[in-house]
């Protein structure tokens, strides 16, 4: 089982990025997915997350801002960043909860910055 995250990259502040999570080994969609982040000399939090019955959450830094969405046929879930500050700049994760056992992928890292 592997899950990696993809999609980060440079934007300017007000830009957008779309991340994807990706899973092999198993279908992402059997399985809770959270994104997280890390910035320089903090701890990681939680951003969003998706249960298996579609219900969604996300901490109140993002919310109107980014949305996430699974996509079964790539067997991705997505996490679409819009108006990206400053304060975004991390690496962000993903990590997925099955059958009681949590995975998580390697980071992508975005940076916000003009």
């Known amino acids: 089982v592997q899950l990696q995250a993809s999609g980060g990259g440079l934007v300017q502040p007000g830009g957008s990025l779309r991340l994807s999570c990706a899973a092999s080994?198993?279908?992402?969609?059997?399985?809770?997915i959270g994104w997280f982040r890390q910035a320089p000399g903090k701890e990681r939090e939680g951003i969003s997350c998706?249960?298996?019955?579609?219900?969604?959450l996300y901490t109140d830094s993002v919310k109107g801002r980014f949305t996430i969405s699974r996509n079964n046929a790539k067997n991705t879930v997505d996490l679409q960043m819009n108006s990206l500050k400053s304060e975004d700049t991390a690496v962000y994760y993903c990590s997925a909860e099955r059958m009681g056992s949590v995975y998580w992928g390697k980071g992508t890292q975005v940076t916000v910055s003009s």
């Open positions: 080994g198993f279908t992402l969609e059997d399985a809770a």
């Open positions: 998706i249960s298996t019955d579609g219900r969604i």
